[in-house]
Every structure is written in structure tokens, then in C-alpha cells.
């Protein structure tokens, strides 16, 4: 297998925002391969992330973005470790991104599935059953269909869930862990409210 290349380092690191070293060792493991290279980014970041998710993130920045000519706003919480981190380009883009995120889907209710209000999940599934039993298919199958349902309601009212304005092959919660992979800190999404102009309080 020929050298990798510093330009193939270069468009890796571009991609996926990992240190130069990182991006090298992964385009080894993958002999040449990008796209398999940023896979190994993914999982390995998926990893560093599950350790660092217990850390406290006690710093970060409150975002505001404005849509429509002033008739859709946005503000969101995000955290991290330290102010040094807070202060940084790309994390201020990520802030202005998850914001976008939740202008361009006025059914966000929630950050996470566990936020969820428990009256809301009973309501819809009490829904999605019914619907499902119309059908006449077997229990079995009628726990499948709505489990799947289910799935697509956390896809469409929970933040981290939602496929990414900017990569809808990506969830949300897939870019913050990539911004934990790069930030080399505990990033999280804490709160967020969405106003449009004329809605009923």
C-alpha cells in the first residue's frame, strides 16, 4: 500500500475537525480508505465521548438566532468545560447550528427522550395502537409497528434525535459527539425555547 499522503491527512482533519496524528493513524488502519477512516473517527470518538459524558460542564454560552425576517427566535443553552472552549469559533457555529435546528422544527419539545412528559408518550401511543389494531395483523406485530412509530415521534419532538439540518444521514446527537471528540470536553445541550411571531402562549 503506497504512503498516505499529507493531503489525504489534510481532507480527513477537514471532515471530520480530529487532530492531524489521529487522522493519520485511522487512514493507516484503513489503508487509504476515507470513508472507512471516518468511520474509525466516529466510533472512536463515540467512545471518548461515552467517558466523558459524567464530566461537568459548567461553562459554555447562551445563543440567540433570529429567522424569517424577525418572526421565528431561537435561544439555546449549551455547555462545556471551560471558557476557553466556550470562546471558540467552532463551538459558537455548533451553538448557531443546534439553534437553526430547533427554528427549522417548531415540534421540538425536548432535548432528550427521557424529557419527555409522560402524558404526551401515553396520549400517542394510546393513538398509534389504535391505529395499529385497526390493521388485524397479530400482537406481535402490532408491538413492532408501534415501537416504530414511536421511534419516528422521538425522531421528529426530541432534539438530539432529529436528523441534523446540515446532514440529515447524521442525528443531532451524532454532531455533539463529534464536537466532544474535538473539543476534548463534555459537551451538552441544556435548554432551549423557540418563540414564533403571533403563536398562541
Known amino acids: 500500500m503506497a504512503g498516505i499522503s499529507a493531503a489525504d491527512v489534510k481532507e480527513l482533519r477537514d471532515k471530520t475537525g480530529v487532530a492531524m496524528m489521529d487522522c493519520k493513524k485511522a487512514l493507516t488502519e484503513a489503508e487509504g480508505d476515507m470513508e472507512k477512516a471516518v468511520k474509525i473517527l466516529r466510533e472512536k470518538g463515540a467512545a471518548k465521548a461515552e467517558k466523558r459524558s459524567g464530566r461537568e ?40 447550528d443546534l439553534a437553526m435546528q430547533v427554528a427549522a422544527n417548531p415540534q421540538t419539545r425536548a432535548i432528550r427522550k427521557e424529557e419527555l412528559d409522560e402524558a404526551f408518550l401515553a396520549s400517542e401511543k394510546e393513538i398509534l395502537m389504535k391505529q395499529a389494531e385497526s390493521s388485524g395483523k397479530p400482537a406481535a406485530i402490532i408491538e413492532k409497528m408501534v415501537e416504530g412509530r414511536m ?44 418563540f414564533q411571531l403571533g403563536e398562541e402562549l
Not at 421511534?151 to 446527537?173: A, G, H, M, T, W
Not at 471528540?181 to 445541550?189: A, Y
Open 57 to 96: 460542564t459548567s461553562e459554555g454560552l447562551i445563543h440567540s438566532y433570529i429567522h424569517g425576517n424577525g418572526k421565528i427566535g431561537v435561544m439555546i443553552e449549551i455547555n462545556c468545560e471551560t471558557d476557553f472552549v466556550a470562546r471558540n469559533e467552532n463551538f459558537i457555529a455548533l451553538a448557531n
Open 151 to 194: 421511534n419516528k415521534i422521538y425522531e421528529e419532538v426530541c432534539l438530539l434525535e432529529q436528523p441534523f439540518i446540515k446532514d440529515d444521514k447524521r442525528k443531532v446527537s451524532e454532531i455533539i459527539t463529534e464536537a466532544i471528540q474535538t473539543t476534548g470536553e463534555n459537551v451538552s445541550v441544556r435548554r432551549f425555547a423557540r
